[in-house]
């Protein structure tokens, strides 16, 4: 007996399921095994269900009668109501209250005029005459719209329809009247687009009684002309008129037997005919289907529980007017606050990091190491600028006297103009690293965005305090250059001092640029060659590799493919205009000889999404030992530096002069820029990040209690107490459903599977007609319910199917059982040949 009943457990099982998710008001997404019914609009989908029930208590009319899904659950017991789940435990007896509910309720969310609402209406019926079932009615397909209705009526209501048949848990009842064209049925269409296989759909016909005389529906009945796997059902409902006449249903289905019995097309299979033998196959069907689909659910439903239980775990406690918890809620979040702060300047291995883009520590050191030292060669100003500001500082300095020795002054004056220009650079570092820092400081203080009041004050405190640190650090460094200016240290050990500035060579001062470092990787990233024309690749980006001696690029990051080297000796950059349409920022490499750089290209024009991008390529070019370009028009206009080049480079004495100033002052800016490079970042470190650092540990409580109500600052976001509800919501509706589940044991019984039919008019261009053999013996037969073997059913299943033991005895047997995954192997690569793991059947412990 316990299988019987384990069996019969099953669909108030999944009724409990789909009353816990509509109850909670959650649109969960799980799928529950459950029957829709779809067909055209006056198909008759209502009276097939209301024959089932044997009362009338569906709305009727002209037009979309049903507006919403009703989720109808049939229940066999004793006494004869109706509930629904909106109004609980109130019972409808008189089965014209439940139309009017359903009506009202209809209107309640759709409005009296003719809109539809996805939002499902739940229904339970309790009946001696019914056995255990679930069925969703669905809006019948229009075509035209009427009264207020939408213009895009017909797309709502499929959309509301595939909504439900999508999805592979549902059987799809698919109605169509026999005085209609088959091949042309809205519900059959309407299936194939999401079961192309057929494997979940089951046909009825309806209106057999009103056919044309001569014409009857075998062929369809026996499943020749459109085969289904499941095949069709015929059946006769009561006309208009026996309806308004109130013809009882126990009469109409006596009428509807004796319609069948004595007609001489359906005589031969009167048995698996009529509404009786619906209601039986569809209440076999679905506990097959539901026993192959509980194992899935419950899966399901356990991987959503885990998901979930994570985010409810902050809420667990949580009790909104509870003001202790408040301050516990700030505390923590301060204390994220911190750990992410450090984490983010300090760099870790957590999951936190971010994989996208350079932030936080891994940027500032790029600043401090790249930007600062790019910066400062910007700076320093051209050659031959420098040898005229030399040529007019020594000769001023001797005024009308003619000079026998090079003067110290002059080193010294054009030595201070050159250490005043790093205040620039200097503070240019200290911006982009505020700059970055505010960015860090906005993304941890993100994860506050529950309470928006205390991420906007903590993020204020920090960044004020933060912009009053880089006041005082700008005023520190400009001290340090300061103290730079203040005296000038000829005695420094790495000073070439005076003999040797003047023995050193022209080639040799030169070679003090030389490149350092072997051939290292100093930088990777996309970036596009604008000059290349479009069919040879220019707007595509490249994969560039820079490092001390060539840049090279490849197709992709992988570095398979590619596609040329260039040697960076003797090149320079130079910035080129933002073109007009351009929304590129684009530099050039090129050689000042003029010589082709690359194929017959005299400079190769890189692009980046941005000028940062850009800036910072060109600092990584500066590390290779590839320098901008100077600007060779100078302040005083072309012609009179001609001229003063010339009477310069008549006397040959000046010449050595500015020479020997020339080297002194090279060596000496060496060793400036080497100490204002290595002081910088100490002082940012100093002044500005380790205190930031200390304020956020430290103060930020203290100024966060001082600056504010603490309930205020506390109060929860609405989306965020929204989102809230609807998680604990989702929560419970998961753990109820597993409860549920958790009361099914599950033991298994196999069943074969129906054989396929021959589905090549499922127009569907997957299938190969030669895959689906027609199963053998013509159209198949189903066996009547009585037969107590399950052996007898089609010819057997595919090669793949399993025969299983008798049931146990007292139980019908099914009548086609499901499996929704007997397809025939598909080309798709659906494994065949491999046995069907077997279906669980559920029994009592």
């Known amino acids: 007996m316990s299988g019987n009943m384990g069996m019969e457990q099953l669909i108030p099982i999944v009724n409990k399921l789909q009353d816990a998710f509509t109850q909670l008001g959650v649109h969960m997404q799980l799928d529950l095994p459950q029957i829709a019914v779809v067909g055209g609009q006056s198909a008759g989908k209502s009276s097939v269900l209301e024959n089932f029930v044997g009362k009338d208590f569906l709305p009727r009319g002209s037009g979309i009668v049903t507006r919403r899904p009703l989720i109808l659950q049939l229940i066999n017991g004793q006494a004869e109501f109706g509930e629904f789940l909106h109004c609980k435990g109130k019972k409808f007896t008189d089965f014209d209250e439940i139309r009017k509910e359903i009506e009202g309720e209809t209107d309640r969310i759709t409005g009296s005029n003719k809109g539809i609402s996805n939002i499902p209406i739940n229904l339970r019926v309790y009946s001696p005459n019914v056995l255990n079932l679930t069925l969703i009615d669905l809006p019948g397909l229009t075509k035209v719209p009427i009264g207020d209705q939408p213009a895009d009526i017909e797309a709502q209501i499929k959309a509301m329809i595939f909504q439900f048949i999508k999805k592979e848990t549902c059987l799809i009842l698919a ?113 097959n289907h539901i026993r192959d689909t509980l194992p899935g659910l419950r899966d399901k439903l356990q991987k959503q529980m885990l998901t979930l239980e994570k985010d409810v775990e902050q809420y667990k406690h949580f009790r909104p007017d509870d003001p202790s918890i408040k301050t516990k809620a700030m505390l923590q979040m301060i204390q994220q606050l911190q750990s992410d702060f450090e984490r983010t300047i300090e760099g870790s291995g957590s999951a936190l990091v971010n994989t996208n883009e350079l932030s936080g520590g891994a940027k500032i050191n790029r600043i401090f190491h790249e930007r600062l030292r790019f910066e400062i060669v910007k700076m320093s100003c051209d050659e031959k600028e420098l040898r005229r500001e030399i040529s007019f500082a020594i000769r001023n300095i001797h005024g009308i006297r003619v000079g026998l020795f090079t003067p110290d002054m002059a080193f010294e004056a054009i030595v201070k103009k050159q250490i005043a220009q790093l205040k620039e650079p200097v503070l240019k570092c200290v ?171 005299k400079q190769l024009e890189l692009s980046c999404e941005s000028v940062d991008d850009v800036d910072s390529w060109k600092a990584s070019f500066l590390r290779a030992g590839v320098y901008p370009e100077k600007d060779s028009s100078s302040a005083n206009g072309d012609e009179q530096s001609s001229e003063d080049h010339e009477t310069s480079s008549l006397d040959p004495q000046l010449e050595r002069q500015v020479e020997t100033i020339r080297n002194l002052v090279d060596s000496y800016m060496k060793i400036v820029t080497k100490t204002t490079r290595d002081m910088v970042p100490k002082a940012l470190m100093m002044m500005i990040i380790n205190n930031a650092k200390d304020f956020i540990n430290g103060e930020l409580l203290a100024h966060l209690y001082a600056n504010a109500d603490q309930s205020q600052m506390m109060e929860e976001s609405p989306e965020e107490a929204a989102k809230r509800e609807e998680m604990l919501r989702m929560y419970h509706a998961c753990k109820e459903s597993l409860r549920i589940i958790g009361d099914v044991s599950m033991a298994t019984v196999s069943t074969p599977v129906p054989p396929p039919v021959k589905n090549d008019w499922l127009s569907s261009g997957l299938d190969n007609p030669r895959l689906s053999p027609p199963s053998p013996g013509g159209p198949r037969k189903v066996v009547p319910q009585q037969q107590g073997s399950l052996g007898g059913v089609g010819g057997g299943g595919p090669p793949g199917g399993i025969r299983g033991p008798h049931p146990p005895a007292g139980r019908p047997a099914p009548a086609i059982p499901n499996r929704p995954g007997g397809a025939p192997p598909l080309p798709q690569g659906r494994p065949s040949g491999q046995a069907l793991p077997a279906p669980l059947i559920p029994s009592r412990r």
């Open 175 to 287: 109605v169509t009247p026999a005085n209609t064209d088959l091949a042309n049925s809205d519900a059959l269409k309407l299936a194939k687009e999401v079961d192309p296989q057929g494997i979940r759909t089951i046909g009825v016909i309806t209106k057999l009684d009103l056919m044309d005389d001569g014409t009857d529906a075998r062929d369809i009945l026996e499943n020749k002309l459109l085969p289904l796997r499941r095949g069709y059902i015929g059946v006769v409902n009561r006309s208009q008129k026996d309806i308004e006449g109130r013809k009882d249903i126990v009469a109409a289905l006596a009428a509807e037997r004796k319609f069948f019995l004595s007609h001489p097309s359906y005589r031969h299979i009167a048995d698996r005919l009529g509404t009786p033998y619906l209601q039986r196959t569809l209440n076999q069907q679905l506990t």
């Open 431 to 601: 911006d982009l690293v505020v700059q970055e820092l505010s960015h860090v400081v906005r993304i941890c203080t993100d994860k506050m965005s529950r309470y928006p009041r205390l991420r906007d004050e903590t993020e204020r405190i920090i960044t004020t305090h933060i912009r009053q640190r880089e006041q005082y650090c700008k005023e520190q460094l400009l001290l340090l250059i300061d103290f730079e200016l203040a005296y000038m240290n000829t005695n420094h050990e790495d000073f070439i001092g005076f003999a040797n500035a003047q023995n050193k060579s022209e080639n040799a001062s030169k070679a003090g640029t030389g490149r350092a470092i072997g051939n290292q990787v100093i930088r990777k990233g996309h970036m596009c060659i604008q000059n290349l024309g479009i069919m040879k690749g220019g707007s595509r980006p490249y994969w560039f590799v820079l490092t001390s001696e060539s840049i090279s690029w490849y197709k992709d990051e992988d570095e398979k493919e590619k596609k040329f080297m260039l040697p960076l000796d003797g090149l320079k950059l130079r910035d080129i205009e933002q073109g007009f349409m351009s929304r590129r920022h684009t530099f050039a490499l090129f050689n000042p000889e003029g010589r082709n750089v690359y194929k017959d290209y």
